[in-house]
């Protein structure tokens, strides 16, 4: 069974504009929910993460939402740029087992 | 410089062939992992570690041998190695396990 889903799969947009990727979970004993970045030929790399006791947090143009009542999670990035092409991965995290479960990504193209 | 190295970075091996993969971390982190990447599967998790000597299972542990020697060095092993072990493999570190995760650049895999 599937921790983290994760939608959509891929996603175009426009310069300038926002894009906005969301996921769902199950396991209500998640606490940590980190969202990772990764360019094509790279390995991930953490982007913004939020805690549950917390449901927004924002680094720059990157902001994510959590809802803990809907299980749900959001990563919004304003003035999108086409150097923000790349997959991202929400994950979750109990912290109790030492592991981070991640969603199947969303391909991103920001178009110029 | 580069915290995570993998290596090699590219290999070519045919079905039934022995295959190691090499991963290590410069960070001093206790927990190290074994993922591979697949399109429309995201970050499956095949194997961690939070010390030398220890080995935990992950989601997809079948056909897959690992063993982390040192600290530092943590090796995936292939011993018949089969098609569909074709794949991106990542390797990450991270200091608290289930917290931010820092990965290696890659290598990626084909079976002949």
């Known amino acids: 069974q599937q921790q983290v889903r994760q939608s959509p799969q891929s996603l175009t947009v426009w310069e300038g504009g926002t894009t906005v990727l969301t996921c769902s979970y199950e396991d209500s004993t998640f606490n940590y929910f980190p969202w990772y970045q990764q360019f094509p030929g790279e390995g991930p790399a953490l982007l913004i993460s939020i805690l549950s006791v917390s449901d927004k947090k924002e680094d720059g143009r990157f902001t994510t939402f959590f809802n803990k009542r809907e299980k749900k999670l959001s990563l919004h990035i304003i003035d999108s740029q086409p150097g923000d092409s790349a997959t991202y991965f929400c994950?979750?995290?109990?912290?109790?087992?030492?592991?981070?479960?991640f969603g199947d990504g969303t391909q991103l193209v920001v178009k110029p | 410089e580069a915290a995570v190295t993998q290596s090699p970075r590219n290999k070519v091996t045919v079905t039934g062939g022995n295959v190691t993969l090499s991963c290590r971390q410069t960070?001093?982190?206790?927990?190290m992992y074994w993922y591979r990447q697949d399109t429309g599967h995201g970050l499956r998790l095949i194997h961690y570690?939070?010390?030398?000597?220890?080995?935990q299972i992950g989601d997809v542990p079948d056909g897959y041998k690992a063993t982390r020697t040192t600290q530092e060095d943590f090796f995936l092993l292939l011993e018949l190695a089969s098609p569909s072990q074709t794949s991106l493999y990542f390797c990450?570190?991270?200091?608290?396990?289930?917290?931010?995760?820092?990965f290696g650049p890659g290598t990626r895999l084909t079976v002949l």
């Open positions: 960070n001093s982190h206790n927990y």
């Open positions: 990450a570190s991270s200091d608290v396990g289930a917290y931010e995760q820092y």
């Open positions: 570690s939070y010390g030398a000597g220890n080995l």
């Open positions: 994950a979750a995290s109990a912290g109790s087992n030492n592991r981070i479960f």
